[in-house]
């Protein structure tokens, strides 16, 4: 670590410690059964075999292992014990939460806990691009239409979910009394990754050096919602941390890892101790970044003095990584001294979950005929490469063969993926997802399973009557990009038919239902 970085970090610290150890301890006469139970865990859940690492059109067979992909497990228990007062906040080192994989950490959940509500689950991705891909299939045919010499996606899902089931029981049984208190901190992490230009087209990423950019396309949200858990002698011993983008700097290599967060778990450890809990979040962040967009020289140089020894700097490189991780570092170190003092023992607690149903996205037929027609020429591409690779077998001793062929295939079914919800639509007009809301004391946690664009988010945190609101995106379930009516107007990825399963209408019905949702839970 840089001497001068390495020395804010530590003054911060020591001040936080002194503020710590300063305060008066808990009250004699409040007893344990009158306290709110906790209990963390953290697990493993980096595979031994090379996989197919999910984020990116063409496939990407794991070439080693950068940093380990885990899951973090907070348990937490109401004094009184009601069957809705009690949750498992459960983050993992993934891409996605399929519903393959809920469904899969319930069961098992539920065979190790025979007496605990399994339902009350929230289980996010913190939407790393280098995680592997899990799924119920035995092989890489369907996602790429060719065969890959990796772990069957299906068994790293029996083998990521076994270990998180064993998190989740560890947590439970480790749950001991203690208390939390809530704080917001705030760190430059995400971007808007949309430019707009004087036309209105709006494209991700792309030079914004250029005399046609306009603006970014949407807000940007720099808030780090911070719940904290202490032990009954006020002792630190985990932090939720909620920051409103995904972990993708490094997201193209071709190595496990989980990304910003895995150096944002370092820094904190640093600081705060080795046995801290850290559990990641992603909030509302459809159409946020960590890539930087505007201002690369001034952040370069930062880099430089920062991170001296590392080989590389700028965008995609471990040294904004690292940038990241101070930054969100530096926003949990600087509220916590104000948290001994706000120690909450025995919050309201309560959890619900509901099954609901939104409006699809209407597509109209020229979308689809659009989409048809791009699927054809990547059809063509894919077909000769096939037959390329099956005339010249040889092809496979290349360095990563497999990437051309998967992206023409990767391209070619996601055309045909529009003409397959247009006929879908018109016998399911509804998309049924879930919601889960937890309230703990006056801090609310409200799942969804998109790429939610900013502008929902923000909808949702202006009304919501909670003091703070943790949004939890990718949550119990993955449905794709949600864009507002804007982003579809501008028509860059994420707002594509391809690209969404839900449009505007179904965003806003997420919007007030979610609130209905939270307003039921804050009657009293």
Known sequence: MNLHRFSIATAIFLISLISCFSKEPVKSELVSQDMLKIGWSSIDITPDKPVDLRGQFPARISEGVLDPVTATVLAIESADASSNGHAFIISCDLVAIDTEVVEAVRNKIRAALKNVNTDNIIINATHTHTAPFCSPDNSTMKRYGIELDVMAPSAYLDFMSDQIAVAAKDAWSNRKPGGISYG?????????????????????YGNTNRPEFSHMEGFEDHSVNLLYTWDKK??????????????????????????????????????????????????AAGDQSPHIRIGEKAELRMQKMMFPDEKEIGDHTVALRKQLAVRIADAVTSVLPYMKDQIEWNPKVYFQTEKVELSRRLINIDDVNKALNQSKEWNVKYEGLIKEINENPSIKQRKRWYSEVTNAYRRLTRGQSVKERYELEKVQKKLPIEINILRIGDIVMATNPFELYLDYGMRIKARCPATQTFLVQLANG???????????????????????????????????????????????
């Open 478 to 524: 993955s449905n794709g990009y949600l864009p507002p009516y804007r982003s579809t107007v501008g028509g860059s990825y994420g707002a594509e038919p391809a690209s969404t399963e839900i449009g505007p209408e179904g965003g806003q019905e997420l919007v007030e239902k979610t609130l209905e949702m939270i307003s039921s839970v804050w009657k009293d």
């Open 234 to 283: 006020s002792n630190l011993t985990g932090v939720v941390v909620n920051v409103p983008c995904p972990s993708q700097v490094t997201e193209g290599i071709y190595k496990i890892s989980a990304d910003y967060w895995h150096d944002t778990r370092v820094e904190l450890k640093e600081r705060l101790g080795k046995n801290i809990y850290v559990l990641g979040q992603c909030s």
């Open 184 to 204: 917001l901190g705030h760190a430059v992490v995400g971007h808007n990754r949309l430019q707009v230009d004087f036309s209105g087209n709006s494209v991700m």
